[in-house]
């Protein structure tokens, strides 16, 4: 059975970016496969994949991309931030960025590695 996020039963605070909180996306029971991913990018429409590795504690300023992008986080996690909300990601979790998004990020104590489609 699959579970959809419903904000009124977050624990996140109420100034979670919408951006960052997954609403548009099935979550399921277990941490997200990388199997199961690919699937759920290509029902999506998301053509290009690639694995991205980022070092520890490293940061990336202000900056947008001119794709739509979704990640699964494989390893670590990192933080981005969008606008005044800021989110976390672990290994399982997906994040989700709309094309021409500004976001910063940081990456943590064992740096990020995370499985991106981009459309």
Sequence with gaps: MKK????????QPNNINPALSNVDNPLPDHPMQQT???????????????????????????????FEAKALVLQGE???????????YKAGDIFHLHRDEPHSEVFGAEGVQYLVGRK
């Design 4 to 11: 959809t996020f419903n904000p009124s039963r977050s624990t």
């Design 78 to 88: 990192l933080t981005i931030r969008i606008a005044d909300s800021e989110r976390t």
């Design 36 to 66: 199961e991913f690919l699937n759920l990018l290509a029902e999506q429409g998301f053509g290009t994949t690639v694995v991205v590795k980022r070092e520890a504690f490293a940061t990336l300023e202000s900056h947008a991309h001119q």
